[in-house]
Structures are given as C-alpha cells and as structure tokens.
C-alpha cells in the first residue's frame, strides 16, 4: 500500500472474507528470475546504511503500546477501512513480522507481514500492510522495511512472497519491481472502491 505513497494490500487483511476479485490472465512481465537471499542481504544492508544516515532505526513489534501509532499511520492510506481486530489478527499471530521505522521516539513506518505453510516443508509469505509517514518519505524507509520482512521470512524457510496493490498505484508497483517482484494476476474489482489490483510475487532461492 504505501512506501513513498503507497500502501500495499491492506485489503486482504480483512482475512480473506470479503473479496469480490476475479483472477484473470496471468501478467508476468517483470521478469521470473527468483532472487537469491544473498541478493536480499545485501540490499538489506544497503538499505539499512541509507536509513542510518537518516536517523531511521528499525525495530521489531514488541508490545501493544505502539498499535495505535501504526494503526494511524497505514490508515491514512488505506483505500478501505479496517477494524483493530484485523491488526491484531496479523500483529498477535506473526509479532516477528511486524518491524516500524523510527526517528528518535518516533514511529514514522509500518509493515505488517504474515507466513504460512505452502508446500510441505516451505512456507509463503504476504506482505498485508507498509505505512510511511508523508514527512518521511523519500529516504528509503518503505523499501527497508519490505527487505527486513523478506529477510525474517528467509529465515523461516520462506520461497516465496505475495501481496496486492491497486493496478493505479504506480508508486508501490515500482517500488515492488525494483525489490524483484513480478506480476502474477490481475483481480478485478478487488478493492471496495471498485479498483483493479495486481497480485505481486517474489520467488527466493
């Protein structure tokens, strides 16, 4: 849904229960390389150097006191609305992939994650929320945010990554492809709001 204005899939946080998508023809045309966790370490670390230079430090999900900061800040971007039993759905079940961006006390970014089993002994992750604060973007922060997340979920036997956007929202499909993401379906009418999504996949190796 968001990093520098975007916000990746906050609609299928709602668990699953309320798409009206319809999977079309496959449209892969960013390319099906997988990308190694090499790859991925190696961007993280890039990535972590710029945000340091920003004061942007990040942190995993401990406690339930910086709920409300999140929740404020990916529903600012949110193409539809969302109960707080959703994040908890996400946040309680999968802690370890909750990370936030912050600048000295403050949370300026979110990502919210999950990680299931997808074929016997591997697992796929999907990437449901990434916040950024509008006076923080532009300093890498949605894009280290995703790569930690990847990161954690390499280290849980996880092959591949998953998530939807809105087909009109070129910022987030951008960030994507530079992090290695494909195209894999197009939904129609995924969102409430009547908008098109793309489901986008990242294959590891």
């Known amino acids: 849904m968001i990093e520098v204005e975007t916000e990746p899939s906050a609609h299928t946080t709602k668990t699953n229960n309320t798409t009206n998508s319809t999977d079309v023809t496959t449209t892969i045309d960013f390319g099906l390389e997988a990308v190694s966790h090499r790859e991925i370490a190696t961007q993280l670390s890039e990535l972590r150097l710029e945000c340091e230079e920003h004061g942007v430090e990040l942190v995993q999900y401990q406690t339930e006191s910086t709920l409300a900061r999140i929740i404020e800040l990916i529903t600012k971007d949110l193409s539809e609305p969302y109960s707080i039993y959703t994040y ?118």
């Open 88 to 205: 908890r759905y996400f946040i309680h079940n999968w802690p370890f992939l909750c990370f936030m961006a912050k600048v000295e006390d403050e949370i300026v970014g979110a990502i919210v994650c999950k990680l299931d089993e997808h074929k016997k002994g591997s697992y796929r992750g999907y990437i449901a929320m990434l916040a950024v604060d509008k006076n923080h973007r532009r300093k890498k922060i949605g894009s280290s945010l995703v790569q930690k997340a990847i990161q954690t979920m390499i280290d849980h036997k996880c092959e591949e990554v998953v998530l939807e956007t809105e087909i009109t929202n070129q910022a987030a499909l951008n960030l994507y492809q530079q992090l290695g993401f494909v195209r894999d379906k197009r939904l129609l009418k995924y969102y409430l709001n009547g908008v098109d999504a793309f489901r986008l996949k990242l294959w590891l190796k």
